[in-house]
């Protein structure tokens, strides 16, 4: 969740949300969460782990759909769409 | 209840003497509390009145850098609705009131705790400590985006 706050440090346009998934369990049923972090990007794609710097960024890029030019991978995953 | 621990309380205030350098502004969203009881989603809030201890000891850590804004939604709905808060207590971080793109939602323990230090300290000192490469890639970024992390307290 560092890494979510830094982003919203370093971009005007990023909002990040820490929330206590135990506290909020509507969130957690509607996000699916089954292991943290669980990392949901404008509430359409997901994925679960921590990432690397490079990963994540390029993570929120593609669930904000922006166009990244390197296909990435999760280590722990690929991420998810939401439906 | 004493959220953090007068020995923690202590090391926070020497830290923030050492590291933090801007203005911080918390501002906590809140509803009136019931205690320790669990009520459906939307009646009363469990862990208000512990996130106020903990928004408070913050602030009285550093009280010449940190500022504190309390918001009850109950008595000012219009707040939240403008600044988008859908549940509380929720905590957000910025250096000035103006819609921080920071927030903690739900009571910051566990590992949210480092967290929320992490975000207040960067915050002030605004270092976000990325990469040049990372900064380059968010530029990219023409809309919002919201990026939900869900954590535990263990």
């Keep these: ?83 | 209840m004493a959220v953090i621990p007068e020995p923690v309380r202590q090391q926070l205030k020497d830290r923030f003497d050492t590291v933090l350098s801007g203005p911080v502004h918390l501002t906590l969203y809140t509803r009136p509390g019931s205690s320790r009881l669990i009520l459906p989603a939307g009646v009363g809030c469990a862990t208000c009145e512990d996130a106020r201890q903990m928004a408070e000891l913050l602030r009285d850590a550093a009280p010449e850098k940190v500022t504190l804004d309390l918001i009850d939604i109950t008595r000012d709905p219009a707040r939240a609705t403008a600044d988008e808060i859908y549940d509380v207590p929720t905590i957000a971080v910025g250096q000035n009131s103006e819609a921080p793109r920071i927030r903690f939602r739900g009571l910051p323990t566990g590992t949210e705790f480092p967290a929320l230090i992490d975000a207040v300290e960067r915050v002030s000192r605004m270092e976000h400590g990325l990469s040049e490469e990372s900064v380059a890639a968010l530029a990219k970024l023409t809309e919002p985006a919201e990026v939900m992390v869900f954590a535990t307290p263990t």
């Design chain 1, 1 to 83: 969740m560092s890494l979510a706050n830094r982003m919203a440090l370093a971009s005007p346009q990023v909002r990040a949300v820490c929330v206590e998934a135990n506290e909020f369990p509507h969130l957690s049923a509607q996000f699916r969460v089954r292991g943290v972090p669980h990392t949901v990007i404008n509430r359409r794609s997901a994925f679960v782990g921590a990432l690397p710097e490079r990963d994540f960024v390029a993570a929120v890029l593609e669930g904000a759909g922006v166009l990244v030019e390197e296909p990435h991978e999760a280590p722990s995953g690929p991420s998810t769409e939401i439906t």
